[in-house]
């Protein structure tokens, strides 16, 4: 394999789309918002993108059966006024190059389903446990900025400081380039974590925007779960007690 | 040289052929099966694989002369069900996008000859020494899965936890994208020694799987200088023994 | 995207243009004065410059909008003897292979506005606070090499020593090669920090030669602003005084 | 420039041409011997080679030009029985698939010229100081080890025990597939220093093997400055001294 390659099923026929990018990034939030809602709304599969960007590696399953890492495209047909197309995946591209060709990749498709707008979702690290959830936004035109401010998504001047890097970055960025709307939405998170909180609140923000629901209950338990470990850290912090072994720790990413 | 190139002798006719690719990896247990398995059925080299993705380096033999890294495959007319193609080299991609090229260019190979099936010998790295052997498996369908776990090979859910990275796992992962069955034979083992031991374990296994014979006496040799230097480590971490500097710890590599 | 793409406006016709490089480097330098030249000559942007070389990045603006990292060049009508095309940007090539090919696509530019020299902007780290402005320069003939020796650049034997790295030495060395004659004036500087001071010395230099004028009043409260800085890290130096948390400081770069 | 470019002079009719490979490596050898030859035998440039797998980088002459960085031929009209190409650089490939691709570029000239052997000149590092001065080779041919041997060439099973990396590896590796005659000879050195008393002692087995002769003088001088240095670094070795700051010193690169 010496190029980008998409495996596809039947292509279907969607409603005012629009489609929500959730690769592994910052707190892993934008993955847990975008598998949750795959999960839930119980959305199917239409595409698998393999690519040699990708890193050389496979995963082994639960039956010792193995797969490629790879992207997939997923699609939801709604009662609400967006069918949705969902973007997950095991990896980002591994190499520069790779990223702009990827997401390249992405935006032919939206092309291809004439997407209304693109939502990609991502942490925001602050470096430290964040105590109140807040969701931060950055977007390729001034239009989406004033629309979701009306959402409670914050917007601050400059910020991320660092820009936003891959695939989310990209997306808007290429995104723009080629006339297509699109918003990041970033869970304010400490970065060392995986975040289901922040998730949560990604995921709220967005069922708002797009006008639908969501089920959060297990979004919500693995919330409950990471509370109970990002209080015995902060004990630790300030008692300077020693590490736990915990088993629940196992979950730090 | 800018593609990578094969260099080919006469096309042997081969009967239900099965590939075996034990290229460097963890504990270098692939590749001293493979290498034992040229060396003791006396197979026939009929393919020579060069390519700008390996280091730029060559290797000087015995007599001063030298030979330019590369992947080399050997083929082994059985008296058995089936003939034998065995991949083995000097090195794997040092590139990303080089793994998914070369294995590529591997199931071209298996294609061309109409292989069966594929077994992608390793070594699967546990971070300590390792007392019993055992062989964990992992296959690219449900099938081959149970099929071997008749053979006695171990498949836990998930594991390796980190996945299958390189030429093996690609294999595996890109064969299963090709329609070809693959199954990957992993020597548990503590990942820091060349293991031979490990090595026998999987030739084992092997054997029961392709019912062939091979002799192993070479292979046990090794393994028993091997258990004496990994005897010498355990005196060593228990009794808090200087380190030795006898010579036979020059094998560990 | 797989391809360094252009993305233009109307082509403005210029007179004698001159082409001038200011991309991110050593103290910043060279952005500092090309910047500085777009903001206070009012000069048109004429192309944005997009590539997969550049970091896969979007930079958020002060509104909350984003646009993808890039290269830019302006045109500036002058009253004197030469238009100036600037180039400027967020970023060099993060690959090796990137900066040459990126430095052609400067040189094709080069060439269809038929410039008649480049000056390559950028600075000289020398490693310790520098008293004294001077600017170093280097250049592909020698006739340039001694013109610019009358307005007071310095010429030294093999410095920099190690060469000159990146866009402004490759549109030098790519430059010959096309038989562009092209120019780097460099600031000397400390390397540690954003050097307004140095980024005057650099205009002044290149008012004299260019025959124009520059408002250099926003360049020179940025420098009295970093003498400041500099001031205390000298005392600092010199008193052992632990390092300050004055705001002044978030400046430094 | 995104492709490997030669600017080529007049191309001169040669008789058995050999060509010399003396680029940058270990203590510099290769690249003191094939200069000095360049220098002492007044040979002629008829070739230029650039190539985006050099670093991005320009070096600046004594009169303040610069000229990118490159590798380059030269040809040398004999009396003896072979007339000489030899081939000089500031680098080699900055990346592996750039090795590659260069070292077949440099064997496309072989064969261009249809030389009847090539030398890869080099250094074999061995990691202290080095008494006596003795040139390790290997080949890509059996024959060719046997008739080095007779001009006291040393060749050790398996050594250098890493392989030959680099230019100077490839040229034999992928010159034997083209079945082009190759040794290299390799400069026993320490590898800390620029070595030219090496560089001498490889001289003088290059002499011998073509019937040439070249004056020594310059690179003796320079081989002389270097054993005081190496005289020093001993005492300082043996004696505990503290570190000099004499300025012969400065020749340590």
Known sequence: M????????????LKNPVLIEGLPGVGHVGKLVAEHMVEELGAKKIMEIYSPHFPPQVIVEDDGTIRLVRNELFAYKSKGKHDLLI???DHQ?????GHYELCGVFLDIAEEFKVERIYALGGYGVGQLVETESVMGAANNIKLVKELKKYGVEFKAN?????IVGASGLILGLGELRGIDAACLMGVTSGYLVDPKSAQAVLKV?????????DMAALEERAAEMEKIVAKLREMEQGQMPPTTDEDLRYIG
């Open 2 to 13: 010496i190029k980008t390659t998409i495996l596809r099923g039947k292509k279907p026929r």
């Open 93 to 97: 591209s591994a190499t520069n190059e």
């Open 206 to 214: 967005l069922c708002k925007v797009l006008e639908i629901d969501v």
């Open 87 to 89: 973007l997950v995946g």
């Open 159 to 163: 910020e991320p400081a660092g820009g």
